[in-house]
């Protein structure tokens, strides 16, 4: 599924986290009166990051999420599903929690950690759509234009010594010392990769596969901490200077990394190698 309907309407998805039948029944049924909405089914157990469910591709597609998680069964747990759920998806997710008597410390807590909803057993068929219409608004206005959605550039030398790496360095250039644009260049070599030899940066700490291994964790502060920035403006994540063993990442954590890049640059430079099998970047 697309992240737009036919007609341009934002699609956002619904799911239910250790709900009860009621519960899920009431989120189903509220979800299909609200248009640009669809119900994503539920998940049995608590979501933590020992026991992470498969999340199916129409959520992932999806422009938005609404989560509604009861703290009745396990309220230590809810808050864990909460925290982590607001990891993997970044600002594309809203929390409902649900129980029927949270205490205030609970309460205070959920709202901490990224809840800003909170519904009462039996859960309200109007409590519901109300809240599902609010995060409609608030998406709509948070919706970046397309225009400001990065782009990702890929460059791929056939052979070393063709000039990839090259063009990539000159065009991140041009991008911001002409067009102005807010740019980052990944030298996504296994190691000793030119980048920042070609920019005479020397202070390159980090790289590549330490986004990767801590994207449950990424934001704007981390980003700013692991990059250097070159003379001209450009944002630069350069490749190890030595040889080491690779992070085997999946392709969840790419697309989340480079989603996240996606919403804090406008253009996303990546000079990498055919070896890499696994990327594959939208």
């Known amino acids: 599924m697309d992240s737009t309907t036919n007609n341009g309407t934002a699609v956002q998805a619904t799911f239910c986290v250790c709900a009860g039948e009621e519960v899920v029944r009431a989120v189903a049924n509220c979800t299909a009166q609200v248009p640009g909405f669809f119900f994503a089914g539920a998940f049995?157990?608590?979501?933590?990051?020992?026991?992470?469910?498969?999340?199916?591709?129409?959520?992932?597609?999806?422009?938005?999420c609404v989560a509604f998680i009861d703290f009745d069964k396990a309220p230590?747990?809810?808050?864990?599903?909460?925290?982590?759920?607001?990891?993997?998806?970044?600002?594309?997710?809203h929390m409902v929690a649900v129980g029927t008597n949270l205490d205030a410390n609970t309460l205070l807590r959920a709202i901490r950690i990224g809840c800003t909803?909170?519904?009462?057993?039996?859960?309200?068929?109007?409590?519901?759509?109300?809240c599902l219409e609010r995060f409609h608004e608030n998406?709509?206005?948070?919706?970046?234009?397309?225009?400001?959605?990065?782009?990702?550039?890929?460059?791929?030398?056939?052979?070393?010594?063709?000039?990839a790496t090259t063009l990539a360095v000159h065009l991140a250039e041009h991008l911001v010392q002409t067009h102005g644009r807010k740019t980052l260049i990944i030298d996504h070599k296994h190691q000793l990769g030119h980048v920042a030899l070609y920019l005479g940066l020397k202070d390159t700490q980090y790289h590549f596969d330490e986004l990767l291994?801590?994207?449950?964790?990424?934001?704007?502060?981390?980003?700013?901490?692991?990059?250097?920035?070159h003379s001209s403006g450009l944002d630069v994540l350069a490749s190890p200077d030595v040889a080491s063993q690779t992070h085997e990442a999946t392709q969840d954590e790419i697309d989340r990394v480079m989603d996240f890049l996606r919403r804090e640059y406008d253009f996303i430079l990546v000079?990498?190698?055919?070896?890499?099998?696994?990327?594959?970047?939208?």
Do not use: C
Request: aromatic share 8%; no cysteine.
């Open 117 to 130: 909803e909170y519904l009462s057993k039996p859960v309200s068929a109007t409590e519901t759509v109300a």
């Open 139 to 163: 998406l709509a206005l948070a919706q970046p234009t397309k225009n400001s959605t990065g782009r990702i550039l890929a460059f791929f030398g056939a052979k070393g010594g063709v000039g």
């Open 44 to 64: 049995n157990d608590y979501i933590t990051a020992e026991k992470r469910p498969h999340f199916p591709a129409t959520m992932k597609a999806a422009s938005g």
């Open 271 to 282: 000079d990498s190698s055919i070896t890499y099998q696994n990327l594959k970047m939208s």
């Open 76 to 93: 230590d747990l809810a808050l864990k599903t909460a925290e982590r759920l607001r990891q993997i998806f970044l600002k594309r997710i």
């Open 213 to 229: 291994q801590n994207v449950d964790r990424l934001d704007s502060e981390l980003l700013s901490g692991y990059v250097v920035r």
